[in-house]
């Protein structure tokens, strides 16, 4: 009498603590039991779940999967065996070998150039930003402090820097064409979700508004009523970039418990510690960042902490498509959040000013606050109020 093995017995899908639906798929004629990994899909569980007791065959190749993706298939192939052999490990792996199916020809490319983005718009503009960043940071490490948005060496601002941010809102923006995004998070790897995406959007967009808000003060020479305005823009940009982020976890967060880092997930065999250690330094660093939007000094510091908000979003995507592991995503991404500092670390040496070291230290005790429950609006509004009103008597904005 025959019965059914699904799954091989050397494969556990990685991290897949809970079954919410059966999914059993049809694939070239044979059958995979994917309940048990459903939740890990990249693609989402529902994709999974529109294709339950179906034929997925032509959904299947016309994503383009990856080879991995193809080998991990046969993982979950459904295998008549003999009654018997239940117990012989080494007979259903070769029967689940024989099931696999080979991906064709330059798999990676479909992977790369989805059907999502037909004009390669997203893609241009990615290539843009990243030659900018390289080329901006290139000038804060060893160039002017400004990285060309400021005084350019005396001669004055640059329109054309402002101009240059323009493909990095594109980018971000255009990530919306990717419906293939997922709502709800996938468990076990850190691949981009719908509500991660939102906040990428929403961060980079502030950023932008404070870099061009700095440049602005610059620009009309620190002008009482300009500067004023450039605090106020700047301000305000943080508080409507809170809010929003907050209006985008109500409508696409899933589950109540969940955050985009602290519930992040990390390799196998990262220790509790280490994640402890990842998770602060994370949220450290977001205080940071938007305690350099609401500066309004030097307009490269608000242009620097983007790198990292649009950065982890073509890292987890490099991850939803088999480019990139969970651990290269965090040493890749911590490498982007000290990029920032050094950036700052260069200001103190050069000028000796104390306002770096300050500005570490209220962003330290501003997290603090927050890690005892204090609403974070109740945090910022104030500090931004001081910022319009009296942050300029004890700051040199004029240092860059």
Same mark, same amino acid.
């Given at each position: 009498m025959g019965v059914e093995y699904r799954g091989r017995f050397d494969r556990v899908a990685a991290n897949n603590t809970r079954v919410d639906f059966e999914c059993v798929i049809k694939i070239d004629g044979q059958r995979y039991d994917l309940s048990s990994w459903a939740n890990a899909h990249p693609g989402g569980a529902e994709v999974l779940r529109k294709y339950n007791g179906l034929d997925a065959t032509k959904a299947f190749e016309r994503v383009g999967h990856s080879p991995d993706a193809y080998r991990l298939l046969s993982s979950f192939a459904i295998i008549d065996i003999k009654e018997k052999s239940r117990d012989n490990v080494q007979e259903v792996n070769d029967k689940a070998d024989k099931l696999t199916i080979k991906p064709p020809p330059n798999a990676w490319k479909k992977k790369l150039f989805?059907?999502?983005?037909?004009?390669?718009?997203?893609?241009?503009?990615?290539?843009? $930003?990243? $030659?900018?960043?390289?080329?901006r940071f290139y000038q804060m490490y060893f160039g002017e402090m400004t990285?060309?948005?400021?005084?350019? *060496? *005396?001669? *004055?601002?640059?329109?054309?820097?402002?101009?240059?941010? +323009?493909?990095?809102?594109?980018?971000?923006?255009?990530?919306?064409?990717?419906?293939?995004?997922?709502?709800?998070?996938?468990?076990?790897?850190?691949? +981009?979700?719908?509500?991660?995406?939102?906040?990428?959007? +929403?961060?980079?967009?502030?950023?932008?508004?404070?870099? /061009?808000?700095?440049?602005?003060? +610059?620009?009309?020479?620190?002008?009482?009523? /300009?500067?004023?305005?450039?605090? /106020?823009?700047? *301000?305000?940009?943080?508080? /409507?970039?809170?809010?929003?982020?907050?209006?985008?976890?109500?409508?696409?967060?899933?589950?109540?418990?969940?955050?985009?880092?602290?519930?992040m997930p990390y390799w196998p065999g990262c220790s509790v510690a280490t994640q402890k250690r990842f998770k602060y330094f994370y949220a450290y660093s977001q205080f940071l960042a938007t305690m350099a939007c609401i500066a309004v000094t030097n307009p490269a510091y608000p242009f620097a902490v983007m790198l990292p908000i649009q950065l982890a979003a073509f890292l987890m995507t490099m991850v939803r498509k088999g480019f990139l592991s969970s651990k290269g995503y965090h040493m890749i991404y911590t490498a982007s959040l000290v990029m920032p500092f050094l950036v700052v670390a260069r200001r103190y040496f050069i000028t000796g000013s104390l306002d770096a070291p300050k500005m570490l230290l209220a962003g330290w005790l501003l997290y603090r606050l927050r890690c005892t429950g204090i609403n974070k609006y109740y945090i910022w509004v104030p500090v931004i109020i001081y910022r319009v009103l009296l942050g300029d008597k004890f700051t040199k904005f004029d240092m860059y």
């Open positions: 989805t059907p999502e983005d037909p004009q390669h718009f997203h893609k241009t503009c990615g290539i843009f $930003v990243l $030659v900018h960043y390289i080329w990285a060309g948005f400021g005084s350019r *060496g *005396g001669q *004055g601002t640059s329109y054309l820097a402002i101009l240059c941010l +323009i493909p990095h809102a594109l980018l971000s923006l255009s990530s919306l064409i990717f419906h293939s995004v997922p709502k709800e998070r996938v468990v076990g790897l850190p691949m +981009i979700w719908q509500e991660f995406r939102m906040h990428s959007i +929403i961060f980079a967009l502030r950023s932008l508004v404070a870099t /061009v808000a700095s440049w602005m003060s +610059i620009h009309f020479n620190h002008d009482p009523l /300009v500067r004023k305005l450039a605090l /106020v823009v700047s *301000g305000v940009s943080v508080l /409507v970039a809170n809010y929003f982020a907050d209006e985008a976890t109500r409508k696409l967060r899933p589950s109540e418990p969940e955050s985009t880092t602290a519930t």
